[in-house]
């Protein structure tokens, strides 16, 4: 326990200071549109908004609409900007620590794979490193994809841990996965696809494991 947390420490850690310079960066991009251009954040707005919006702010049944529905992420946006405005630092350190949980979340994955504790630790590492990420940590738009992720991958981690449940017992972990596959879901539309990944893990993984508890029982008794 306290290795895990020590590991978790440390890739936390990377994280910030892997983007800490990020903090420094202005408005960029989509980030105008989003950000700065976007009603749907100003106090004047009614909240409710977000939900018949799309993520740019223009209502989801006009023509002009992009159709990407995240009403979740527009509400962070929101949050940031009832306490610091338009100043960019405050997204970006909500985009950082985004991807430094993303990252321990991951690790935690990864050892719900792998029997290797350092194996997990290297790939989560990596994970947390690796340059693909920029954008969507550095760019305050990319917040769609890590705050997705963070209910993507939670609700992975529920999923297992209900399976692993006795029958009556799984029940707990099984409804926050739900929930959680809907915020990924509202966050990100992509979030959907994690139904589809549990869906798999229960087919090619718990369903083989309870086969061969299941002989063993039969085996010994």
């Excluded at 990596?126 to 760019?139: D, K, N, R, W």
């Amino acid at each position: 326990m306290a290795s895990s947390v020590a590991i978790s420490s440390i890739i936390f850690l990377t994280c910030l200071a892997c983007y800490y310079n990020s903090l420094y960066c202005d408005f960029v991009f989509d980030d105008i549109s989003a950000i700065k251009d976007n009603r749907d954040l100003k106090p004047q707005t009614p909240v409710w908004n977000i939900f018949y919006n799309d993520f740019w702010g223009t209502p989801m049944h006009k023509e002009q609409s992009h159709k990407s529905y995240r009403p979740l992420t527009v509400l962070t946006f929101r949050w940031n900007y009832m306490i610091h405005q338009l100043e960019p630092m405050g997204y970006h350190l909500v985009n950082i620590l985004l991807h430094a949980i993303t990252s321990v979340l991951y690790y935690r994955v990864c050892h719900t794979i792998m029997a290797s504790e350092f194996t997990s630790f290297m790939a989560a590492m990596l994970f947390a490193i690796h340059p693909i990420h920029t954008e969507a940590v550095t760019g305050v738009v990319g917040r769609a994809e890590t705050l997705s992720s963070v209910f993507y991958l939670s609700a992975y981690l529920l999923y297992t841990e209900a399976t692993k449940r006795k029958k009556y017992s799984g029940w707990k972990p099984l409804t926050l996965s739900v929930v959680c596959l809907s915020v990924a879901m509202l966050c990100k539309e992509q979030g959907i696809t994690i139904a589809g990944v549990c869906a798999l893990y229960e087919v090619f993984v718990a369903q083989k494991v309870k086969l061969v508890h299941k002989y063993f029982n039969n085996a010994l008794y």
